[in-house]
T-cell receptor, first 114, second 113 residues
């Protein structure tokens, strides 16, 4: 596609449930990022993929969060046993790679945990 | 650790006027890249302008320009001839050339008709 696509746009779930958030990056972009943006804050780094492998997952807050990118394109962010504090906008971005390639963002998924 | 600070939570500007958004950062690196991103209500972060630290010349993109002061670690964004469509959150971001981008907390820009 022309841009980074994220689905769903909005997700409401009950505390304790499992959710999956999907990101389809720009075709040909090898690098993919997940960020989390809480209300009134800037995006915070969660995880970075180069190809299929997670090159850095140091931003994942705890072991309830996991992300995969099995074929080097689409990525899924998975959150187990959701908590109200997980409520935020989850942003995905991709780049061609390279040290100064700007991030191309999707529209994000707003996750609300009730 | 690198940090990015935006000290103006909110700014207002009259349509057609000029406004400057501030950003400071802290790093021990000599080579790095700085960006300004715009986030309208649609939530999509849109690149406005970028600056390579090794370039002395300030970047310019149409009505948007930066004032990059490397010694002061300052990277402000100037928007000239402000338009209603410029209203959004603006985020300053830094990367040292690795993959990690660090964002500030943002400045909400209001454009008054």
């Amino acid at each position: 596609g022309a841009g980074v696509s994220q689905t769903p746009s909005n997700k409401v779930t009950e505390k304790g449930k499992y959710v999956e958030l999907r990101c389809d990056p720009i075709s040909g972009h090898t690098a993919l990022y997940w960020y989390r943006q809480s209300l009134g804050q800037g995006p915070e780094f969660l995880i970075y993929f180069q190809g299929t492998g997670a090159a850095d997952d140091s931003g994942l807050p705890n072991d309830r969060f996991f992300a995969v990118r099995p074929e080097g394109s689409v990525s899924t962010l998975k959150i187990q046993r959701t908590e109200r504090g997980d409520s935020a906008v989850y942003l995905c971005a991709s780049t061609q790679g390279g040290s100064n390639s700007p991030l191309h963002f999707g529209n994000g998924t707003r996750l609300t945990v009730t | 650790a690198q940090t990015v600070t935006q000290s103006q939570p909110e700014m207002s500007v009259q349509e057609a006027e000029t406004v400057t958004l501030s950003c400071t950062y802290d790093t021990s690196e000599s080579d790095y890249y700085l960006f300004w991103y715009k986030q309208p209500p649609s939530r999509q972060m849109i690149l406005v302008i970028r600056q390579e630290a090794y370039k002395q010349q300030n970047a310019t993109e149409n009505r948007f320009s930066v004032n990059f002061q490397k010694a002061a670690k300052s990277f402000s964004l100037k928007i000239s001839d402000s338009q209603l469509g410029d209203a959004a959150m603006y985020f300053c971001a830094y990367t040292s050339g690795t993959y990690k981008y660090i964002f500030g907390t943002g400045t909400r820009l209001k454009v008054l008709a």
